[in-house]
């Protein structure tokens, strides 16, 4: 049966025409782009090719794309290692306090701990960033959800 139909298709003169003119067009198509490299190699260096050009463009423009996916992928691994890092070093420092405590140590004061100002101090150039790329009303209006100001700070098209 395939090969009957083969043979209709094949024989049916709307259809035939249809192809006829697509092979034809396809083949008027392919050597005017080829007349037109040749023309535009001639003409233009090898850098202002505008055929070229419009290549690199929509390159740049899927680049760009991906880009931004792989900017936000990177911003929130980011926020989560500092999410994390907070949480355990200040979870230990509250251990370490407790341990001081029932031994009869003083307990460390934020000043006198520097891995908890250094933290602070990633986490307030963190949090500047942030607040400079979405605009110091956003971060007023909720200052402790760094999570919620990530997503706004990542590359915006021009």
């Given amino acids: 049966m395939g090969h009957h139909q083969r043979q209709q298709q094949q024989n049916h003169p709307s259809m035939d025409g249809l192809v006829n003119l697509l092979s034809k067009s396809n083949n008027d198509l392919t050597t005017v782009y080829n007349k037109l490299e040749r023309e535009f190699q001639q003409t233009y260096p090898d850098n202002a090719n505008p055929l070229k050009l419009v290549t690199r463009i929509k390159k740049i423009q899927e680049d760009l794309s991906s880009l931004k996916d792989q900017c936000r992928e990177l911003l929130s691994a980011k926020q989560d290692l500092i999410d994390k890092a907070r949480m355990s070093l200040v979870s230990n420092r509250s251990l370490v306090q407790r341990m001081q405590a029932s031994s009869g140590i003083p307990p460390t004061n934020?000043?006198?701990?520097?891995?908890?100002?250094?933290?602070?101090?990633?986490i307030a150039e963190w949090t500047a960033q942030l607040s400079s790329e979405t605009g110091d009303d956003m971060l007023e209006s909720d200052s402790d959800d760094i999570n919620k100001l990530l997503f706004s700070a990542l590359v915006h098209p021009n």
Wanted: charged share 25%; no cysteine.
């Fill in 110 to 122: 934020d000043s006198d701990d520097p891995a908890y100002t250094n933290l602070n101090q990633i």
